[in-house]
């Protein structure tokens, strides 16, 4: 049997920036008509490296061949015509523009272009790579299922052979990461070539030929996945071992903490980002919000917390209205807000030990009349840092100096170990490697035996599925049902999320 010829080689791959190393002397391989998983911690080096591929960056040091020849990559321009396309995490396309009109540009016609046959070819590769598509439709029209295609059509139609998928499943539906997987195998069978960069390990499992694995900037190891498992590439990613399976132990759902009523708010533009929403939260358990990234979780977290006004509705705390109360007055009632920007919440330049009175600095024992008692901050400081496992080298440290993972710890840390009865937390492990996710999934786990209520909104849903008592589903701002986590649910959870099946109330657990 012959062996599979390489399509992209980068041969010690060097990058710095303002003195840090993000790849250092990094050789990557991927075969022709593979597809070959990147997988890493967060600033393990994995996007940085697949933007010096698609001409992003320029490497320091290193070399790159596409199918055997040295390629001189300066430009997206040059990816290009070397049959390399990218979809981004975050997708680059012109919402007011049509799906024509957004697979044309760069192409050099601008908006002058043969419509019919542009068209046509779109629909020819659509169907040849199942991506259904309405090629007339604007982008805002389309769910963030139908954008992504867009965004594979456009590598599709400018050529790419070797295409680049970064985080690719984040905003997606579970039935439509089951169809881009579908795809992805269906294009590597027609020779093109998929480099795909994820946290989801399952993915990696369900879907990668091999895997290469970076940390802190270094290939660490190079992996057929057939040969391999969760646990070995998590082990991998982060140096230690990393448990995939958390003990959750059955708690008796206690009393209401809180409660929502008919809520409504607007979003920013004006628009109603949450239409009459009602749910309770009761303690010791964990209420997940699922749904696709932009459904109005956001928004109806930031009502809750205060954040936000709320058009029409009620919040109750504890029993007491809590509609109108002012932040302060939420905190004072038992609430606890983790929001999804979570530096938004911390003051970068001030210390870890600063950064954790925020909250407590006007009562004892931190507070001593007009000051702060500085032993008292740092002793409180350094307890948190022990029992929320926060590596740092004191609590004196500027928090900005904490990795993404322990920045969430820190946070997490300060608002827990205040009295809290409600705890609301949008997207706790956004951006976090499995290490760090493990961390926080254990922290808020530990605080259902203790009575507490948990709020959870995530797009992950395996996030949601592991650790909620119940899930509440949304959809255009609507709660379209809430259920348990059961294996038997899925396709219902689903189907809400994608705007297709709305629950009658009664038929709510």
């Known amino acids: 049997m012959s062996e599979v010829p390489t399509a992209v080689l980068m041969k010690g791959i060097t990058k710095r920036f303002a003195g840090v190393v993000a790849n250092s002397n990094i050789d990557f391989e991927v075969r022709e008509g593979e597809i070959h998983a990147l997988l890493g911690e967060n600033g393990a080096g994995k996007t940085t490296l697949m933007n010096i591929l698609y001409g992003i960056y320029r490497p320091d040091e290193g070399e790159i061949y596409i199918y055997g020849k040295k390629a001189h990559?300066?430009?997206?321009?040059?990816?290009?015509?070397?049959?390399?396309?990218?979809?981004?995490?975050?997708?680059?396309?012109?919402?007011?523009?049509?799906?024509?009109?957004?697979?044309?540009?760069?192409?050099?016609?601008g908006l002058r272009f043969e419509e019919e046959e542009v068209r046509q070819k779109i629909v020819d590769l659509a169907q040849r790579y199942s991506l259904a598509i309405n090629p007339?439709?604007?982008?805002?029209?389309?769910?963030?299922?139908?954008?992504?295609?867009?965004?594979?059509?456009?590598?599709?139609?400018?050529?790419?052979?070797?295409?680049?998928?970064?985080?690719?499943?984040?905003?997606?539906?579970?039935?439509?990461?089951?169809?881009l997987l579908q795809t992805l195998r269906r294009m590597t069978e027609e020779g093109n070539t998929i480099i795909f960069i994820t946290h989801k390990l399952d993915e990696v499992t369900a879907v990668s030929h091999r895997v290469t694995i970076l940390r802190q900037g270094k290939v660490t190891a190079v992996l057929e996945t057939a040969k391999t498992n969760k646990v070995q590439l998590a082990n991998l990613m982060v140096g230690r071992e990393v448990l995939f399976r958390l003990e959750k132990p059955s708690v008796e759902r206690g009393s209401e903490v809180l409660r929502v009523e008919g809520l409504e708010a607007l979003s920013d533009k004006g628009l109603i980002a949450v239409n009459n929403v009602s749910f309770t939260v009761h303690r010791g358990e964990i209420l997940g919000i699922a749904?696709?990234?932009?459904?109005?979780?956001?928004?109806?977290?930031?009502?809750?917390?205060?954040?936000?006004?709320?058009?029409?509705?009620?919040?109750?705390?504890?029993?007491?209205?809590?509609?109108?109360?002012?932040?302060?007055?939420?905190?004072?009632?038992?609430?606890?807000?983790?929001?999804?920007?979570?530096?938004?919440?911390?003051?970068?330049?001030?210390?870890?030990?600063?950064?954790?009175?925020?909250?407590?600095?006007?009562?004892?024992?931190?507070?001593?009349?007009?000051?702060?008692?500085?032993?008292?901050?740092?002793?409180?400081?350094?307890?948190?840092?022990?029992?929320?496992?926060?590596?740092?080298?004191?609590?004196?440290?500027?928090?900005?100096?904490?990795s993404g993972g322990n920045i969430q710890r820190a946070l997490m840390a300060r608002e827990l170990s205040q009295q809290v009865d409600i705890l609301v937390a949008a997207y706790p492990t956004s951006g976090l490697d499995v290490g760090a996710i493990e961390t926080i999934w254990r922290i808020l786990l530990s605080q259902r035996p203790l009575g507490k209520a948990i709020l959870l909104v995530s797009d992950d849903l395996e996030e949601?599925?592991?650790?909620?008592?119940?899930?509440?589903?949304?959809?255009?701002?609507?709660?379209?049902?809430i259920v348990e986590p059961k294996e038997e649910n899925l396709e219902k959870i689903g189907l809400m999320m994608a705007g297709a099946l709305k629950l009658e109330q009664e038929q709510w657990v």
């Open 136 to 179: 007339d439709a604007r982008i805002w029209q389309l769910s963030a299922g139908e954008q992504q295609r867009v965004e594979i059509l456009k590598a599709l139609y400018r050529g790419a052979k070797i295409l680049i998928l970064d985080e690719p499943t984040s905003m997606l539906t579970p039935l439509e990461i089951k169809e």
């Open 73 to 109: 990559i300066h430009s997206p321009k040059d990816a290009i015509a070397l049959g390399i396309g990218m979809v981004h995490q975050q997708f680059r396309l012109v919402q007011t523009h049509t799906v024509v009109e957004n697979i044309v540009l760069g192409t050099g016609n």
């Open 291 to 402: 749904g696709v990234a932009g459904n109005g979780q956001r928004e109806l977290l930031e009502v809750i917390a205060g954040l936000r006004p709320a058009t029409r509705g009620k919040i109750f705390i504890n029993g007491v209205e809590a509609t109108r109360s002012s932040i302060r007055e939420r905190i004072n009632m038992g609430m606890s807000y983790v929001p999804g920007e979570r530096m938004t919440a911390l003051v970068p330049n001030m210390s870890i030990a600063e950064n954790m009175i925020l909250k407590s600095y006007r009562t004892a024992p931190i507070s001593k009349g007009a000051f702060i008692d500085r032993r008292e901050m740092l002793n409180l400081a350094q307890r948190l840092i022990q029992e929320y496992e926060v590596i740092t080298p004191g609590p004196e440290k500027p928090v900005k100096l904490l």
């Open 464 to 481: 949601i599925l592991t650790l909620s008592d119940r899930v509440a589903v949304m959809h255009n701002g609507e709660i379209m049902g």
